[in-house]
């Protein structure tokens, strides 16, 4: 079955870095899109980035040019690079494939 697995999560202050990794099993992953959403506090599950499987990505306005999500076929595993972060970035951020498999999530705290 459709295994995904996030890690990377953790506290970094106002400006530092993050790099997120979801490892994926149970389907052909060079053939999906992948995407990462994250969820903060009290707010409705939001669309982060997407990747298609031919590598063509597309991002929320309110990460474009901080965040970036890559894919290593080879390695069945989705990335998302989360450069200059920020206080409204803190959230629990998941990996998504359809249809409706989501992974457990990993926790983002940026401290001001």
């Known amino acids: 079955q459709v295994q995904l697995v996030e890690s990377g999560g953790g506290l970094v202050q106002a400006g530092g870095s993050l790099r997120l990794s979801c490892a994926a099993s149970g389907f052909t992953f060079s053939s999906y899109a992948m995407s990462w959403y994250r969820q903060a506090p009290g707010k409705p599950r939001e669309l982060v980035a997407g990747i298609t499987s031919g590598g063509n990505t597309n991002y929320a306005q309110s990460v474009k040019g901080r965040f970036t999500i890559s894919r290593d076929n080879a390695k069945n595993t989705v990335y998302l690079q989360m450069n200059s972060l920020k206080p409204e970035d803190t959230a629990v951020y998941y990996c998504?494939?359809?249809?409706?498999?989501w992974g457990q999530g990993t926790q983002v705290t940026v401290s001001s």
């Open positions: 998504y494939v359809i249809v409706n498999h």
